[in-house]
């Protein structure tokens, strides 16, 4: 019986290693500096949950939009937010600064 469990545990071991691995992978950042993003593509994994963690450098509020990802966040000046995202298809999703129209990026989930 013990010997079962010991195998039992192992296995379950060795399938969820690569899960947690890959959830601790799952955090992105996004800054915002001179009013444009830092990066303006991001790629992610995709069909995995992930955390984009936004952080706006500039003195003056931004904004995290995305009507593709349903998202809208504001970054206050020196402020950092936190936006729960996906699982995403593989894709291009687009987001911007409704506060600067010429700030845009993408994220891509691949």
């Not at 690569?18 to 001179?34: E, G, Q, S």
């Not at 069909?47 to 990802?69: H, I």
């Not at 809208?72 to 999703?93: A, D, F, I, Q, S």
Request: aromatic content about 10%; proline content about 5%; glycine content about 6%.
């Amino acid at each position: 019986m013990l010997k079962q469990r010991l195998l039992a545990f192992t296995l379950l071991a060795t399938l969820v290693a690569p899960l947690a691995a890959r959830a601790a992978d799952a955090d992105f950042t996004l800054t915002i500096k001179d009013r444009k993003f830092n990066v303006a593509e991001l790629q992610v994994p995709a069909n995995v949950k992930f955390t984009l963690t936004v952080k706006n450098l500039d003195k003056v509020p931004s904004e995290f939009e995305s009507t593709d990802l349903n998202r809208e966040k504001v970054v206050v000046g020196g402020g950092t937010v936190t936006v729960y995202l996906g699982p995403l298809t593989p894709g291009r999703y687009a987001f911007f600064d409704d506060f600067n129209p010429t700030a845009r990026g993408h994220i891509v989930a691949k």
